[in-house]
């Protein structure tokens, strides 16, 4: 179990009534598309949520940033292939986030889970699209941001953008 915000949660599953179904990503920007297309339809666990693509920062470039009603900030980095590299950008944005996931197809997610010691030193979670699902097979560890200033930063430019709102 994890805290987000006044928020316990212990599973991020979407469930699409049974049904499994696999799809293929040509591009990186389809993943992120359906990744933030399950993020507005409200269902998963994180609540209600605003988001925004590609938030520029010194150390990088986060895929997704997600913002909820306390301005806890969840960055999602994602990969087609590469979880090492994923991995390494996820720890980056745990600098300004409170929480920290990398989201990659499930094989490669599998892959991932296999160095599952990686993902808990650095405190990031690991995420995979399955058709209209999201799986979280490790939950990242929340924690208090070491830059605050850039998680305002983050949380600015999201509720400016208004990317998005979810609510469950």
Same mark, same amino acid.
């Given at each position: 179990?994890?805290?987000?915000?006044?928020?316990?949660?212990?599973?991020?599953?979407?469930?699409?009534?049974?049904?499994?179904?696999?799809?293929?990503?040509?591009? !990186? !920007?389809?993943?992120?598309?359906?990744?933030? +297309? #399950?993020?507005? +339809?409200?269902?998963? =666990?994180?609540?209600?949520?605003?988001?925004?693509? !590609?938030?520029?920062?010194?150390?990088?470039?986060?895929?997704?940033?997600?913002?909820?009603?306390? *301005?806890?900030?969840?960055?999602?980095?994602?990969?087609?292939?590469?979880?090492?590299? &994923?991995?390494?950008?996820?720890?980056?944005?745990? /600098?300004?986030?409170?929480?920290?996931? $990398?989201?990659?197809? !499930? $094989?490669?997610?599998?892959?991932?889970?296999?160095?599952?010691?990686?993902?808990?030193?650095? /405190?990031?979670? #690991?995420?995979?699209?399955? =058709?209209?699902?999201?799986?979280?097979?490790?939950?990242?560890?929340?924690?208090?941001?070491?830059?605050?200033?850039? +998680?305002? &930063?983050?949380?600015?430019?999201?509720?400016?953008? *208004?990317?998005?709102?979810?609510?469950?």
């Amino acid at each position: 179990m994890v805290s987000f915000g006044n928020k316990q949660i212990t599973s991020l599953t979407r469930l699409n009534q049974g049904q499994k179904t696999t799809h293929q990503y040509p591009l !990186e !920007e389809h993943m992120v598309n359906q990744f933030c +297309s #399950i993020l507005v +339809s409200g269902a998963t =666990g994180w609540g209600k949520l605003e988001i925004t693509r !590609e938030f520029d920062y010194s150390g990088g470039r986060t895929d997704i940033i997600a913002v909820n009603d306390n *301005d806890h900030v969840i960055a999602f980095e994602v990969k087609r292939f590469d979880w090492h590299k &994923a991995l390494l950008q996820a720890y980056k944005n745990t /600098s300004f986030a409170h929480c920290s996931y $990398v989201v990659l197809p !499930e $094989v490669i997610a599998r892959r991932a889970q296999l160095r599952i010691g990686e993902f808990k030193r650095r /405190s990031v979670g #690991i995420c995979y699209l399955q =058709g209209s699902n999201i799986h979280v097979i490790h939950l990242a560890i929340c924690q208090k941001p070491i830059q605050p200033w850039l +998680s305002r &930063a983050a949380v600015l430019q999201t509720r400016e953008k *208004d990317g998005g709102t979810v609510e469950e």
